[in-house]
């Protein structure tokens, strides 16, 4: 099992930054694979940037160019750079960790901490 602790949301004017961390507990050494993803009112929850235990990094084309996902390993700590924000990445914005073990792979989320940009 893992638990993920989110901090670093907040309200921020269209144009700013947010860095939003995310730090794992538990059974890290099961990581796969740790992410960010999103859901504003009304829509599906989507993925925003991952990163790969093997360092590779992915993310969705409406946050590249302005957001970067990174981690510290010595903390597993996840870590999502948001510059130059838009009204419309306002969401509550998901840590979640991919997880394998013994042949099984299992997701775990984060309560969610909201971002909200003002334009």
């Known amino acids: 099992q893992v638990q993920l602790v989110e901090s670093g949301g907040g309200l921020v004017q269209a144009g700013g930054s947010l860095r939003l961390s995310c730090a794992a507990s538990?059974?890290?050494?099961?990581?796969?694979?740790m992410g960010w993803y999103r859901q504003a009112p009304g829509k599906q929850r989507e993925l925003v940037a991952v990163?790969?235990?093997?360092?590779?990094?992915n993310y969705v084309d409406s946050v590249k160019g302005r957001f970067t996902i990174s981690r510290d390993n010595a903390k597993n700590t996840v870590y999502l750079q948001m510059n130059m924000l838009k009204p419309e990445d306002t969401a509550v914005y998901y840590c979640?960790?991919?997880?394998?073990?013994?042949?099984?792979?299992?997701?775990?989320w984060g309560q969610g901490t909201q971002v909200t940009v003002s334009s």
């Open positions: 538990g059974s890290t050494f099961s990581i796969n694979a």
């Open positions: 990163i790969w235990r093997g360092g590779n990094t």
């Open positions: 979640n960790t991919q997880t394998y073990y013994r042949g099984q792979y299992a997701d775990y």
